[in-house]
T-cell receptor, first 111, second 113 residues
Framework: GEDVEQSLFLSVREGDSSVINCTYT??????LYWYKQEPGAGLQLLTY?????DMKQDQRLTVLLNKKDKHLSLRIADTQTGDSAIYFC???????????FGKGTKLSVIP | DVKVTQSSRYLVKRTGEKVFLECVQD?????MFWYRQDPGLGLRLIYF???????EKGDIPEGYSVSREKKERFSLILESASTNQTSMYLC????????????FGPGTRLTVT
């Protein structure tokens, strides 16, 4: 079945760049998403990328997609303490109502 | 401002009780979802609904049922709560369009004692 894998933890220093990685198995994935969950809150969409794109940039966020390797990454430039959260990778495919989520990567930013 | 609201942020129930978790969205979305979130397991889909009175089982439906009598409301029911259902429950909604954002509620932390 479909699977989305992420490492569980990442720790970076304030001001450095963070790179959160994700791999997925479903080659028919059409959209790939990054969600952010702050402590005690629900998930908020950060950004998404369509599968025919290689890269998407939105202010401090850069999403890279390697469709051949089924690898997705989220780069956060100039990481701030407010970026400390759990980041979820998710994918969906054409014709499906559902998103398949990874287990989430907990990003800790050290002041 | 789009909103998905959940009836309770925290809930404590006893084993064997019937539990209702309510979710309401004000965006006229067709699709609504219930997930549970557990440490190390991420989000797991319990049930979803793509229209009023329609429901589909997700990955872990056992021990749960749902109700969608109105488009804006999707209820999760634990017929007889058990301690292994202690978890964070997240409701979400989205339109039927691919690539559209899935909006999440703030979550209900349920403890079954």
């Amino acid at each position: 079945g479909e699977d989305v894998e992420q490492s569980l933890f990442l720790s970076v220093r304030e001001g450095d760049s963070s790179v959160i990685n994700c791999t997925y198995t479903d080659s028919s994935s059409t959209y790939l998403y990054w969600y952010k969950q702050e402590p005690g809150a629900g998930l908020q969409l950060l950004t998404y990328i369509f599968s025919n794109m290689d890269m998407k940039q939105d202010q401090r966020l850069t999403v890279l997609l390697n469709k051949k390797d089924k690898h997705l990454s989220l780069r956060i430039a100039d990481t701030q303490t407010g970026d400390s959260a759990i980041y979820f990778c998710a994918e969906t495919r054409a014709g499906s109502y559902q998103l398949t989520f990874g287990k989430g990567t907990k990003l800790s930013v050290i002041p | 401002d789009v909103k998905v609201t959940q009836s309770s942020r925290y809930l404590v129930k006893r084993t064997g009780e019937k539990v209702f978790l309510e979710c309401v969205q004000d965006m006229d979305h067709e699709n609504m979802f219930w997930y549970r979130q557990d440490p190390g397991l991420g989000l797991r889909l319990i049930y979803f609904s793509y229209d009023v009175k329609m429901k589909e089982k997700g990955d872990i439906p056992e021990g749960y049922s749902v109700s969608r009598e109105k488009k804006e409301r999707f209820s999760l029911i634990l017929e007889s709560a058990s301690t292994n259902q202690t978890s964070m429950y997240l409701c979400a909604s989205r339109t039927g369009g691919h690539g559209d954002e899935q909006y999440f509620g703030p979550g209900t932390r349920l403890t079954v004692t």
